[in-house]
């Protein structure tokens, strides 16, 4: 049996929670928030964010950051991406040499520029720096619904290890060493999920919904590999499957906040009906910044931000995206003729 402490009582991590009691493992959630611990204690369930799954008994709800730290074989850090470093910080005076923190959360920082493991390695360079990432939405993992997802680490034994706790007949779980590449595309997706929604409340089909899925992954790819992502990472869970369930389903914060932007809202007005942090709107100008940084063209992405910073209306982002200048579809993919010199 692991000793496991979630720092977060969000949908995400109730319902990882959840996932690892079910697994045999002893857990704790933490919550910033007295009166959340308060409830969730008293009626075991998460009723806003996570309402109908229940949280046993077994599971310990608590607001005391030393308890929810010490002792623990493994950390999984599941708070919103806007409070990862806040939130290390808080744990950093707690955590052991050598204990293992599983980042759950997507996101970059704005002025930094940085992932959230490096973030959290930063704060906390003690720690086994982890990630978790994919397909996988907080509604039915909850429900025990069969969903694949993928462990990053610096090594293959924490890998593996990670893996074996958090694995069960319903969650099956990959190993990978390309944590920057599942950090990269895990949080740019909820960019390109952002115009997907978009793209739904303007009304648009599902020919653009597609268009914009595979050209998304394009982007996220090129960018990725530029910051030492590998190919493989972007064609696989925390790549193009988790871009396509962020896009298409009806649990996805950002395309809801999308839907609504598409429909006339602003970004916050979009952003305070979903009423939840829509980690696409945090990480649009990091991604701007960051194609600036490595020389990617990335135009989805800017019309994105121009949208959500610029008063750009959302019909005048999809007509300069569709009369940009003609191209091939992949420049590395020779003509015969091209290939005889």
Not at 197 to 219: P, Q, V
Not at 231 to 251: K, N, P, Q, R, Y
């Amino acid at each position: 049996m692991t000793k496991i402490g979630v720092i977060g009582a969000g949908s995400w991590g109730t319902a990882l929670s959840v996932l690892l009691h079910s697994n045999g493992h002893q857990v704790s959630i933490w919550s910033i928030d007295a009166e959340e611990v308060r409830v969730m204690s008293k009626i075991r369930e998460q009723t806003f964010k996570l309402p109908g799954v229940y949280i046993a008994k077994e599971i310990e709800i608590t607001g005391d950051m030393e308890q929810a730290v010490k002792g623990k074989d493994v950390l999984v850090l599941a708070v919103p991406s806007p409070y990862v470093r806040a939130t290390a910080r808080l744990m950093k005076d707690f955590v052991q040499e050598g204990q293992m923190i599983v980042d759950v959360a997507k996101g970059f920082e704005e002025e930094t520029l940085m992932t959230l493991s490096q973030q959290i390695e930063e704060e906390i360079p003690q720690a086994d720096v982890a990630v978790l990432s994919g397909p996988s939405h907080a509604e039915e993992v909850g429900r025990g619904l069969p969903t694949s997802c993928v462990i990053g680490a610096r090594t293959k034994k924490t890998a593996e290890y990670l893996q074996d706790v958090f694995k069960s007949k319903a969650f099956r779980v990959y190993t990978s060493p390309d944590i920057i590449g599942i950090e990269v595309g895990g949080s740019l997706k909820n960019v390109i999920a952002l115009a997907a929604g978009i793209a739904d409340g303007l009304g648009y089909g599902d020919n653009t919904k597609a268009a914009l899925i595979t050209r998304g992954i394009t982007e996220i790819a090129r960018l990725g590999m530029k910051m030492g992502g590998k190919l493989e990472t972007f064609s696989g869970l925390s790549g193009i499957g988790d871009l396509i369930v962020t896009c298409a389903s009806v649990h996805s914060r950002n395309r809801r906040a999308g839907v609504l932007i598409g429909q006339g809202k602003t970004a916050q007005e979009a952003m305070e009906e979903v009423n939840m942090v829509v980690e696409g709107v945090y990480s649009a100008k990091a991604a701007a910044k960051l194609a600036v940084k490595y020389g990617e063209s990335m135009p989805i992405i800017d019309e994105i931000n121009g949208v959500l910073f610029h008063n750009k209306s959302p019909n005048e982002a999809v007509k300069e995206l569709m009369e940009r200048e003609s191209r091939s579809e992949y420049v590395s993919v020779k003509w015969p003729e091209e290939n005889k010199n």
